[in-house]
């Protein structure tokens, strides 16, 4: 085979790393949008062994970090366990790398909320505050706040902090959502439903291929059923 000149190498290179970045990109919301977290860990498991300078890279670990949690959601004791412990570790990571990472922080903070502990809570204040800091849209970042408190059972402050996240980002349908399920699990259906039509109005510019996939048919039923109760245990993801 032929060496190509220099300045091909390069090119092709960057093509490549392009190419790869999107390809993560692409199985990663393929895999959460359909609920393939085991999948989508085993194809990005499988690049990284390719290119293992994405362990150095934020957004590949956050990205890794996020499927061991969600597919740790699903699971019990001793296997939860041990992907929780996964998911930690390359949050942890990417914290070491990168201390003003407030997709890391939050990362941290997902695990202890998961875990109903109040030890999220200043993770997520953290996360909140880094975002800020950052200039990055911070509507839900606060949100995770309320979240938190919502867990912890403290719904007059969960409602704070979630409609305070929705007023920084009015424009972002999962705001809404978050106030969907909690004005759903405090019985405030008035709120409730208020809340799911702002949701519709911003949820159908998104393309027909999402709204087909589990996670977009889960927001719709969620928007059907706003006038329904919903119990704590429907929410633990």
Same mark, same amino acid.
């Not at 390359?90 to 502990?117: C, D, F, M, N, V």
């Not at 902090?161 to 004005?183: I, Q």
């Not at 393309?207 to 929410?235: V, Y």
């Given at each position: 085979?032929?060496?190509?000149?220099?300045?091909?190498?390069?090119?092709?290179?960057?093509?490549?790393?392009?190419?790869?970045?999107?390809?993560?990109?692409?199985?990663?919301?393929?895999? =959460?949008?359909?609920? @393939?977290?085991?999948? #989508?860990? +085993?194809?990005?498991?499988?690049?990284? $062994?390719?290119?293992?300078?994405?362990?150095?890279?934020?957004?590949?670990?956050?990205?890794? #970090?996020?499927?061991?949690?969600?597919?740790?959601? *699903?699971?019990?004791?001793?296997?939860?366990?041990?992907?929780?412990?996964?998911?930690?570790?390359?949050?942890?990571?990417?914290?070491?790398?990168?201390?003003?990472?407030?997709?890391?922080?939050?990362?941290?903070?997902?695990?202890?909320?998961?875990?109903?502990?109040?030890?999220?809570?200043?993770?997520?204040?953290?996360?909140?505050?880094?975002?800020?800091? +950052?200039?990055?849209?911070? #509507?839900?970042?606060?949100?995770?706040? *309320?979240?938190?408190?919502?867990?912890? #059972? $403290?719904?007059?402050?969960?409602?704070?902090?979630?409609?305070? *996240?929705?007023?920084?980002?009015?424009?972002?349908?999962?705001?809404?959502?978050?106030?969907? =399920?909690?004005?759903?699990? =405090?019985?405030?259906?008035?709120?409730?439903?208020?809340?799911?039509?702002?949701?519709? $109005?911003?949820?159908?510019?998104?393309? @027909?291929?999402?709204?087909?996939?589990?996670? *977009?048919?889960?927001?719709?039923?969620?928007?059907?059923?706003?006038?329904?109760?919903?119990?704590?245990?429907?929410?633990?993801?």
């Amino acid at each position: 085979m032929k060496r190509a000149p220099e300045n091909t190498i390069t090119h092709n290179i960057k093509e490549v790393k392009q190419s790869v970045l999107s390809q993560i990109e692409t199985i990663f919301f393929e895999s =959460t949008n359909n609920y @393939a977290y085991a999948e #989508g860990i +085993k194809h990005l498991r499988r690049i990284q $062994k390719q290119y293992p300078r994405l362990l150095k890279s934020e957004d590949f670990l956050m990205k890794l #970090g996020l499927l061991y949690d969600h597919l740790a959601m *699903g699971e019990q004791s001793t296997k939860k366990a041990k992907l929780e412990k996964q998911a930690l570790a390359l949050y942890q990571k990417a914290l070491t790398l990168y201390p003003k990472s407030y997709r890391a922080w939050w990362g941290i903070g997902r695990i202890w909320w998961h875990r109903e502990s109040k030890k999220a809570l200043p993770y997520a204040k953290k996360a909140r505050a880094l975002a800020i800091q +950052k200039g990055t849209a911070s #509507g839900l970042y606060t949100q995770n706040i *309320g979240l938190i408190y919502e867990r912890l #059972g $403290k719904y007059k402050l969960a409602e704070r902090w979630l409609l305070k *996240g929705r007023r920084e980002n009015p424009r972002d349908w999962s705001a809404h959502l978050n106030l969907v =399920t909690f004005y759903r699990l =405090t019985h405030n259906f008035k709120e409730s439903k208020k809340s799911a039509a702002r949701v519709a $109005k911003l949820f159908k510019k998104e393309p @027909a291929t999402f709204k087909k996939t589990p996670w *977009g048919q889960k927001i719709q039923e969620s928007m059907r059923d706003a006038g329904k109760p919903l119990n704590l245990a429907k929410i633990k993801k």
